[in-house]
């Protein structure tokens, strides 16, 4: 019984019981020793009644005194109890209000009036619609009903606040119904403010959705081995670039070690186990050759990202590991084309090394060598014969100014002087009216926005020879009455047009590449330039050349 209030039920118990104990107990005790003394026995017994009445009197202040210890103490810590309440009330981040059973705020402490924006004052007996609007919340109709009929006993739930300023937060609401001391039912409403959670756990999955349609958009194996825990994450093109399955997987950074290609392994280890011991290695690629559980293997290109701890030791593992094998071979193909196609551009420009070497042997023995003969003939006749020297000097004179002009077409052909002392139109306007002179062709030079000064020397002298080459395909081939040469310059490119009125060509025959036409595509290659023909047979032939500059 100690240190706990004695109630009514319990005080009269242990009354009656005291009660009875000592009546029984003292009739006894006097009946024994003055039984035969009758008047001392009623006076004992008088003295017995106001002896019971005395200490009945003390065992009840004794009670009182001991109930009212106790309950003075309960409110002594009842008290302390309340102060810690109101200061957990206002420094908790938990908006609390208590409503009546109208659904209206009786009170609410700070928090609740920071997050609701709304003054307590303003609060007291404002329904709780006041917060809780119908369009934000379904269910509110619902509520009501409970709340009238008495059944809001205790509900949680998901509930959009409205705050003063028009504010729209989503919040964990719920509500507890109590009992004051009248038995009147009173609800406290507890409020927690998750919106900021929930944009950052959508924000989170959107992440994570669009790092899942990354990682299948790429086509790249992904694996993420934690060294500590041993822990394992693989995407599925893991397994679809390799054909390996989840048991194989788990054993994660050995199941890589023991995948590599044998020729492979010991360069690739090496360097990754150099880099996991050097603490300022954060990322690491390799190309190896990888082998699959066909038992093919794969040429893989990865990037290892070392995540490490303070004292600079890896304790993740965060690998891409991308397949690289097409590509290897379309550039292994690429190299191999390259080379033939270096081969067949010298042995093109041996052929027009050689071609041109022959034109020049035909002009010097069809013409210079012939003129020349005759020279030497003719002084051989002067020799000998005075009567006619003079008449074969002057003839071997004039002979000899031909083998001149000759000469000099022959040396404007290899290396054209006007190209570098006048420019590229004026060189190009000199061709064509030398070609007009002993062809039945009109040949006009158009040039349009053009920077000569932009161009190098390689590039006018490309221009020149690829017009010289089509100008002389065009008088041997085309038989055409008039020619167009259309150049100009547009934002770094310039453009080049030849066109004429000839009996045009059936490209299919030889598929553009005849002598001429391949030299020109040999020349325009250099440059890294592009070239397209337009013709037909009776309908000319149009060459586009451009190249940057």
Known sequence: MKGRPLSTI????????????????????????????????????????VAFVSLTALAIYLIIRHNSKYFSQKYDTLVFNHTELETILSETNLGIARLNNKG????????????????????????????????????????????????????????????KSREK?????????????????????????????????????????????????????????????????????????????DADLQQGYAWWKAH???????????????????????????????????????????????????????????????????????????????????????RTVMDTQESERKKLAEELHDNVNQLLGVVKLYIEHSIANDKIRDGLLRKSNEYIDKVIEELRNLSKNLAPPLLAELGLEHSLISMGEAIEEVQPVTIRVDIDHLDEARLMN?????????????????????????????????????????????VGADLAMDNGHGMGLRNIRNRIELYQGKINMDTAPGKGFVLNVEFEV
């Not at 003394?37 to 008088?46: A, D, F, T």
């Not at 007291?124 to 809780?132: E, P, R, T």
């Not at 964990?172 to 109590?178: C, K, L, P, R, T």
């Not at 290109?301 to 379309?330: K, P, W, Y």
């Open 458 to 502: 390689g590039h006018k002298l490309m221009l020149y020879r690829i017009v010289q080459e089509q100008l002389n395909n065009i008088v041997k081939h085309a038989h055409a009455r008039n020619v167009t040469v259309h150049i100009e310059q547009v934002d770094g490119r310039v453009l080049l047009v030849i066109t004429d009125d000839g």
């Open 169 to 245: 937060l989503i919040c964990n609401i719920s509500v507890n119904e109590v009992r004051d001391k009248s038995g009147v039912a009173v609800f406290i409403l507890v409020i927690e403010n998750i919106t900021n959670r929930r944009k950052e756990q959508k924000q989170l999955e959107e992440s994570l959705k669009r790092y899942n349609i990354l990682s299948m958009a790429t086509m790249e194996g992904l694996w993420d081995w934690n060294i500590l825990s041993g822990q394992l994450y693989y995407n599925t093109n893991i397994k679809l670039l390799f054909g390996y399955d």
């Open 260 to 346: 590599i290609h044998p020729e492979d392994k010991d360069k690739i280890l090496d360097k990754m186990n150099a880099a996991l011991q050097i603490s300022h290695i954060t990322t690491i690629n390799n190309e190896y050759r990888f082998i699959c559980k066909d038992g093919s293997h794969k040429i893989i290109t990865d990037c290892f990202s070392i995540l490490r701890d303070t004292e600079g030791r890896a304790f993740r593992l965060i690998v891409s590991m991308h397949d690289v094998t097409e590509q290897r071979n379309l550039q292994r193909q690429l190299a191999e084309k390259e080379i033939i196609y270096r081969r067949q551009l010298a």
């Open 104 to 163: 209206e705020f009786l009170y609410a402490n700070p928090f609740f009036c920071t997050l609701t924006g709304y003054e307590i004052t303003e609060l007291l007996k404002q329904h709780y619609s006041l917060i809780i609007k119908a369009e934000d919340n379904v269910e509110l109709e619902y509520w009501d009903m409970l709340l009238n009929q008495g059944k809001l006993n205790r509900m949680k739930n998901i509930a959009g606040i409205t705050s």
């Open 10 to 49: 319990q005080a009269v118990v242990f009354f009656l019981i005291a009660s009875l104990i000592w009546i029984l107990c003292t009739d006894y005790l006097l009946l024994q020793a003055f039984g035969n003394n009758i008047r001392r026995y009623h006076y004992l017994q008088s003295f017995k009644g």
